[in-house]
């Protein structure tokens, strides 16, 4: 067995014993006549796993015979594998022609088996399966152009797919054949969802032809650390041999994508060779092209490139065989925000817009906002998600330099215009912010700078909101035994209590008017 079926699959070899006994005569003009019987006994598989455990699958024992006589050529096959499956048959050919290829045929095949876990040995991409197979066939034409009618149908059926975390349940299939074509229907559970689909597949030079329709609704397509995404697609398929065009709209009413950081990561070449993988012969290739509407719910949320928020919109996509995707169309960013120089500004205004790029690098459109104790400060961000170009401003209006250094130091109006205007003591302030706000991301603090008073007097700050509307800090002097409790709490729109407890205390009753 494993010399006759020697690199038929290589990652498995196949046991047992095989016993044939033929017979033939003919010659003088006299077609060739005889018999032929082929028994298989103790059949078995075996595969090594990744872990090194070799498993087998056992198929059982099976008879093949042939007799061909004057006028007909008659042959049957009866395999029992018990509970693995069985599969008998029987098939015959009129020898009324002198070309074999001609000979017309007709038979039948059943097959069944509830044993679907093997599957995974010849598809790797599949983790694991489970299910039962029923498969009842006639078979007509010629020998040389045999045509199948009948069905084949999938029910009870599971399959895993662990590396995207994804699994079908309530798997049903049935697919009628007739002619050289197919007409199939099936359904499936995938999470909390259920996914439905029909169509109609020929053959025509050993490729297929054909159209078939898909729908489904709450779908957990992807549900890995990276993203959790639920969908719900309206597809269309059409198939011309090697070439394959989607068309139709995906709704995304829930997703969290929080990709891995990639942060200093290098992008393969172009001209990237594998040693050892066989080249892709182009004339074998599918060609896939698709045009489809992505619209996304209210749930969809984002966390990458510093960008953090919750998107609405939509985009149209389309990629072509050049294997590049790209989109049309704009997503909005609500409550979001974006991170700049270790802080983290509120989002009033973002927009991601594809203008028929490719879709992983959108061009970006954001302001966001920090609000210091006196002063509003933030950055306009443009270009693209990959290349965004920044600029600040402020409220009271403030110094591009000054806004920077409010940013990365933190501070008050007073405390911002009254530093040290030397550049070597903007970029140690900055620098010191810098690390001060790396070691409050460390232990979960996310308001972390420095500050300096009106004698400047700098201090380690580290605050947080307790509630919406009360805010603590406390500071630590660089230079002196110094340490400072401020507390900061918002009645109104316009009222504000400030407390502050240290060198000196003191409170203040502060009314604001915005213009």
Known sequence: ??????????????????????????????????????????????????????ELVQ???????????????????????GPVGTIKGHASASRTTPQWQNMPLEGELQARTAELGYVTLYFPEIDRAAGELDVDLAIRGTLGAPLLEGWIKLSNTELDFFQVNLALRQTELEAKLHDNALDFSGSAHIGQGTLSARGALAWRDSLPYGQFHMEGTDLRIADIP??????????????????????????????????????????????????????????????????????????????????????????????????????????????????????????????????????????????????????????????????????????????QSQILSLLLAGGSLESVQNRNNSAASQLIAQGGAMLAQQLGSKVGIQDVGLESDLSNETSLVLGRYLSPRLYISYGVSLTQSLN????????????????????????????????
Do not use: C
Not at 63 to 80: L, P, Q, W
């Open 1 to 54: 067995m494993s010399t006759l079926t020697a690199g038929l699959a290589p990652s498995i070899e196949y046991h047992g014993r095989l016993s044939v006994t033929a017979s033939a005569s003919g010659g003088g003009g006299q077609p060739l006549q005889g018999t032929l019987r082929a028994d298989l006994g103790d059949a078995r598989l075996s595969h090594r796993t990744a872990s090194g455990k070799v």
């Open 59 to 81: 198929l059982g024992t099976g008879v093949v015979t042939v007799n061909a006589g004057r006028t007909a050529i008659a042959g049957e096959v009866s395999f029992d594998a």
């Open 226 to 399: 990276e993203a959790q995404i639920d969908a719900s697609p309206t597809l269309d398929f059409t198939i011309k041999g090697r070439q394959i065009a989607v068309v139709g709209n995906i709704k995304v009413p829930y997703a969290k994508i929080v990709p891995a950081d990639l942060t200093g990561a290098v992008r393969t070449s172009s001209d990237e060779v594998l040693v050892g993988k066989p080249p892709p012969n182009p004339n074998e290739r599918f060609e896939v092209t698709s045009d489809v509407t992505l619209a996304l719910g209210d749930k969809v949320s984002i966390d990458t490139a510093g960008l953090k928020g919750r998107l609405t919109g939509s985009i149209a996509v389309h990629s072509g065989a050049d294997n590049v995707t790209t989109g049309t169309g704009e997503l909005s960013v609500e409550d979001g925000k974006y991170s700049a120089y270790g802080r983290q500004l509120d989002i009033q205004r973002g927009r991601l817009i594809f203008n028929g790029g490719v879709i992983e690098d959108p061009g970006i459109d954001i302001r966001a906002v920090k609000v210091f104790p006196d002063v509003t400060a933030g950055v306009n961000v443009r270009g693209t998600l990959r290349q965004p170009r920044i600029s600040y401003f402020s409220d009271p209006s403030l110094t």
């Open 484 to 515: 400072t409790v401020k507390l900061r709490y918002t009645l109104s729109d316009h009222w504000t209590i400030k407390t502050e407890a240290g060198q000196a205390r003191g409170a203040d009753l502060v009314y604001t008017i915005q213009k």
